[in-house]
């Protein structure tokens, strides 16, 4: 990776790693909630937003489709601009099932759209009504 290219990483320094910053997060009342996600956040000292993602198997029952959810996730945040928050993303409702594809462009899609929503939302949501 070049010098150009660090502000696409997801460093570890980003990332929402311990039991115990997910559960403090789990703590509060959801943020935003989506058709298939619920976002939790709550402010850190740090200099940067960190990141949490949860994907539980009977919701997503391949790892293909958790990886990908994962992924869209990470990929959204990064470009998001938040203020330095701890926020942790949860899928709250099955995406696909066994019997269906693992994957596909309608599902990316969708992921993206809902994901994009919650980030934006709270990027207002920090920030406070407009005066």
Do not use: W
């Not at 010098?3 to 959801?30: C, H, M, N, T, Y």
């Not at 943020?31 to 996600?37: L, R, V």
């Not at 994962?70 to 990064?78: G, L, N, P, S």
């Amino acid at each position: 990776m070049t010098s150009g290219d660090r502000s696409q990483d997801f460093a570890r320094a980003r990332r929402i790693v311990k039991a115990d910053e997910f559960s403090s997060a789990f703590r509060l009342r959801p943020a935003q909630k989506s058709a298939h996600f619920v976002l939790y956040t709550r402010p850190n000292q740090l200099p940067q937003a960190r990141l949490g993602v949860v994907v539980a198997k009977r919701l997503a029952p391949r790892a293909v489709t958790r990886n990908t959810i994962k992924r869209v996730t990470r990929e959204i945040f990064r470009l998001s601009e938040l203020p330095p928050v701890d926020c942790v993303v949860r899928l709250s409702a099955p995406v696909n099932s066994k019997a269906g594809p693992a994957t596909s462009a309608a599902l990316k899609v969708l992921l993206r759209t809902e994901l994009l929503r919650l980030f934006a939302s709270q990027r207002v949501a920090e920030r406070g009504p407009a005066s």
